[in-house]
């Protein structure tokens, strides 16, 4: 099993204010004293700290990576928080703590959830009884958002259609026309078990004219009420997805297919056109997925 390890990317993650802030103001609504708190993917314990400033009488804080385990346990420590937070070097299926939590926070999501492990990782809490009929969790949804463009796939003069993961915004900046608004092409709560394998079907109206040949696919996660996050700099980034190219019209309705295992990765992710293409437009080889480095634990 590959488990993301770089501590660079803990350094991203705080440095990604709009993130960072949202969980922080999220936890302080949140989180009551005396509440007993689980962070799970604790990265470099930021969540942890957040919820032992908030009033917290015990954070239980979990990082499967032993050297990222061993940096959080130094900044809980650096911080005078070790009465209050205790790192465990573990993961979800292996807890020590076996009753209901007060509070969950988790931040394991990439885009869609496709291959980070918050699906599974919530799944497993559900299962062992961690998370309770009074559990509060953050974030407690999670919507999945697309739209249709057509994509400049051109790089330094070559033309190269795959699924980008965008780590910046600048991949915005190939949207060459937008054909519908932004959909919501599946809508979670965290707060009962998820179906990890996905397979919708989604219709959406056409706004403009132009040749559809790609999908941005965003997210927003609701942390908690009156607190939402769309896409940051290092959580749930654009991710362009290829389609097959196709002329659309204005005012017409088009139709789209999509199916993934959560937690597996773009590798087997499938997205296509409902009905047949029958136009002369070109139709580019299958595109290979361009995978983001982190695969399963995303530190905070």
Not at 256 to 266: H, V
């Amino acid at each position: 099993m590959d488990v993301f390890s770089n501590l660079m990317v803990i350094g991203e993650c705080l440095l990604d204010g709009p993130r960072t802030r949202a969980f922080e103001r999220a936890i302080a609504k949140v989180v009551r004293p005396d509440d007993t708190v689980l962070d799970v993917g604790t990265g470099s314990g930021i969540l942890a700290m957040f919820s032992a400033r908030a009033g917290a009488k015990r954070v239980v804080a979990i990082e499967i990576a032993a050297e990222i385990a061993r940096f959080a346990r130094s900044n809980v420590f650096g911080n005078g928080l070790s009465e209050t937070i205790e790192v465990y070097e573990c993961d979800g299926r292996n807890l020590p703590v076996r009753e209901p939590v007060d509070v969950v926070t988790m931040e394991l999501m990439d885009t869609w959830l496709v291959a980070e492990q918050q699906a599974t990782a919530l799944n497993s809490l559900h299962a062992n009884g961690t998370i309770g009929a009074e559990t509060k969790l953050l974030p407690y949804r999670y919507e999945c958002l697309l739209e249709l463009v057509n994509y400049d796939f051109s790089f330094y003069g070559f033309r190269m259609p795959f699924v980008i993961q965008a780590r910046n915004f600048s991949a915005g900046k190939h949207v060459l026309r937008r054909l519908t608004e932004v959909h919501v092409a599946n809508d979670l709560s965290f707060c009962a078990p998820l179906p990890l394998d996905v397979h919708r079907r989604l219709s959406l109206p056409v706004n403009d004219d132009g040749v559809c040949n790609a999908a941005v696919l965003t997210a927003r996660a609701f942390l908690a009420p009156g607190v939402t996050i769309g896409s940051t700099s290092d959580m749930n980034m654009p991710v362009i997805v290829p389609l097959q190219p196709r002329p659309l019209r204005r005012g017409s309705e088009v139709s789209l297919e999509f199916s993934y295992a959560m937690g597996s990765g773009f590798g087997d992710f499938a997205m296509q056109w409902c009905d047949p293409i029958s136009s002369h437009v070109p139709q580019p080889p299958r595109a290979a997925a361009c995978l983001d480095s982190r695969h399963e634990a995303h530190p905070g």
